[in-house]
T-cell receptor, first 112, second 113 residues
Framework: SQQGEEDPQALSIQEGENATMNCSYK?????LQWYRQNSGRGLVHLIL?????REKHSGRLRVTLDTSKKSSSLLITASRAADTASYFC????????????FGQGTTLQVKP | DAGVIQSPRHEVTEMGQEVTLRCKPI?????LFWYRQTMMRGLELLIY????????DSGMPEDRFSAKMPNASFSTLKIQPSEPRDSAVYFC???????????FGPGTRLTVL
C-alpha cells in the first residue's frame, strides 16, 4: 500500500524557474526522504528530514515538513534541464526497520 | 565503491518460465531490499533482509515469488512460474545499519511474454 500521495503528478517548467512538489502521508513517521529517478535508472537519495525538523536545505533543494498536516514539500530552486526526472517521497515509520513506503512520484520536466 | 549491482539488466522470457534476478549489495551494508516498480502500482517493497535474514515478506505478491540471501554479498529473487503481469522493473537496494539512506541498483527490466 502506498503511504505517500504526491502532487502534482507531472510538472513542466522553464529552466531557471523554481519547482515545488508536495507529498502527503497517512501515519506518524520517523523521517521522510526524497529520492530522484532519472529515466531508466535506479533511485538516488536527495535529502532526509526527521520528524522533529521543520525545514532542511541542501544546495538548491529545500524540504519542509509539517507533521500536523502530515505533509512535506520539496523545492528545487533555479531549475536546470538536468533536473528533469521523477521525484519520490518516502516515509520511514521506524528507524529500526529501515522500511520505506514510497509515493507515486512527481514527474518534472525542465525545458531549456 | 561499485554501488549496488543487479543482473541481468534486461530479461525477456515466456510465460511459465522460471526467472532469477540477482543482486550484490554494497559491501558492509546490513539491509537488503527488493522492490518492484510498475506504472499502475508505483514502487512496491516486496521483501527485505537484515543480516541475511528475511524480516518482512508481506509485499511478496504470491507463492510464485521467493527470495534468498545466502550470504552478505548476494541475494536472488525468483519467480516460478512467471506470468505476463510480473512484467516490471525490479530494484534491489541496500542500507547500512543506523543510517537511513537506501542505495538503489540500476534495476532489472523484466518482460514476460
Amino acid at each position: 500500500s502506498q503511504q505517500g500521495e504526491e502532487d502534482p503528478q507531472a510538472l513542466s517548467i522553464q529552466e531557471g524557474e523554481n519547482a515545488t512538489m508536495n507529498c502527503s502521508y497517512k501515519t506518524s513517521i520517523n523521517n521522510l526522504q526524497w529520492y530522484r529517478q532519472n529515466s531508466g535508472r535506479g533511485l538516488v537519495h536527495l535529502i532526509l528530514i526527521r520528524s522533529n525538523e521543520r525545514e532542511k536545505h541542501s544546495g538548491r533543494l529545500r524540504v519542509t515538513l509539517d507533521t500536523s498536516k502530515k505533509s512535506s514539500s520539496l523545492l528545487i530552486t533555479a531549475s536546470r534541464a538536468a533536473d528533469t526526472a521523477s521525484y519520490f517521497c518516502a516515509t520511514d515509520r521506524s528507524s529500526n526497520t529501515g522500511k520505506l513506503i514510497f509515493g507515486q512520484g512527481t514527474t518534472l520536466q525542465v525545458k531549456p | 565503491d561499485a554501488g549496488v549491482i543487479q543482473s541481468p539488466r534486461h530479461e525477456v522470457t515466456e510465460m511459465g518460465q522460471e526467472v532469477t534476478l540477482r543482486c550484490k549489495p554494497i559491501s558492509g551494508h546490513d539491509y537488503l531490499f527488493w522492490y518492484r516498480q510498475t506504472m499502475m502500482r508505483g514502487l512496491e517493497l516486496l521483501i527485505y533482509f537484515n543480516n541475511n535474514v528475511p524480516i518482512d515478506d508481506s509485499g511478496m505478491p504470491e507463492d510464485r515469488f521467493s527470495a534468498k540471501m545466502p550470504n552478505a554479498s548476494f541475494s536472488t529473487l525468483k519467480i516460478q512460474p512467471s506470468e505476463p503481469r510480473d512484467s516490471a522493473v525490479y530494484f534491489c537496494a541496500s542500507r547500512r545499519i543506523k543510517t537511513d539512506t537506501q542505495y538503489f541498483g540500476p534495476g532489472t527490466r523484466l518482460t514476460v511474454l
